[in-house]
């Protein structure tokens, strides 16, 4: 281990809220902290929830002040709509490969303002609500995203699928969007400590009836949490 060479950043892939949880804890104690996850947002299963078991807490109450420190807190980089390549290294000197997926929307101009959403024509079932509502093809998954900033689904959008539309670049008063320009990019943080905390809820080996019991039970809690996008 070569101690004189350390980093002083960590990684953590997963940005549900134990991921943010322990982002904020590591960020805290004076670390860097790279938060990866694949979403175009944080906040993953919790935040689909009204209530948490057992206590019936509410969990936005809970998540929102959490989320607000994340996205201020100085020693945090959010990594979002981005997924964990590989890790190299050793302990105290790692080297992660992260892959910044391409929003067709520039993250430094977008505000979050959501007119191009409100005009865009296609509608889809929003996974976010269990598909029991619609969100439109560009989008936020809910919307106190962190990072606020929209992304467009080019399996369903339009312009991707057929060639035509740019109803939101239109719209766009700051010019966020962009349809050929961005690429997906490789970002390359150097480590002295990577952890993962992602949640796996449904585990396959936990068995198929606690799966379609966690499932159900998982389906009902987001139906009766709906809020968001189109209802
Ligand atoms: S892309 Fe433009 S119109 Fe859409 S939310 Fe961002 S800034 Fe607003
Ligand atoms: S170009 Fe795509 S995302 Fe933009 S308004 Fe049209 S369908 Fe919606």
């Given at each position: 281990m070569r101690k004189a060479q350390k980093i002083?950043?960590?990684?953590?892939?997963?940005?549900?809220?134990?991921?943010?949880?322990?982002?904020?804890?590591?960020a805290n104690s004076g670390f860097k902290v790279y938060l990866v996850e694949e979403q175009p947002s944080v906040g993953g299963i919790m935040a689909r929830l009204d209530k948490t078991f057992?206590?019936?807490?509410?969990?936005?109450?809970?998540?929102g002040p959490k989320l607000v420190e994340l996205a201020n807190h100085p020693n945090i980089e959010i990594l979002a709509y981005s997924e964990l390549l590989d890790v190299k290294g050793e302990p105290g000197h790692?080297?992660?490969t992260v892959r910044k997926k391409a929003r067709a929307v520039?993250?430094?101009?977008?505000?979050?303002c959501g007119i191009c959403a409100s005009k865009c024509p296609t509608k889809v079932p929003d996974p976010f609500n269990g598909g029991l509502s619609e969100r439109r093809a560009i989008y936020v998954p809910f919307p106190q995203?962190?990072?606020?900033?929209?992304?467009?689904d080019k399996e369903h959008?339009?312009?991707?699928?057929?060639?035509?539309?740019r109803i939101c670049e239109k719209l766009c008063k700051n010019k966020a969007i962009r349809y050929g320009s961005e690429a997906d990019h490789t970002l390359r943080p150097r480590l002295v400590l990577h952890l993962c905390a992602r949640l796996r809820l449904l585990n396959p080996g936990l068995g198929l009836?606690?799966?379609s019991r966690l499932g159900l039970g998982l389906g009902l809690r987001v139906g009766l949490s709906f809020r968001g996008h189109d209802k």
């Open positions: 002083g950043a960590v990684t953590v892939v997963g940005g549900g809220i134990s991921g943010i949880q322990s982002a904020l804890d590591i057992p206590t019936n807490d509410c969990s936005s109450c809970m998540m790692f080297q992660a520039d993250p430094e101009k977008c505000v979050g995203a962190v990072p606020l900033v929209y992304t467009i959008c339009r312009y991707f699928t057929k060639g035509k539309c009836r606690l799966f």
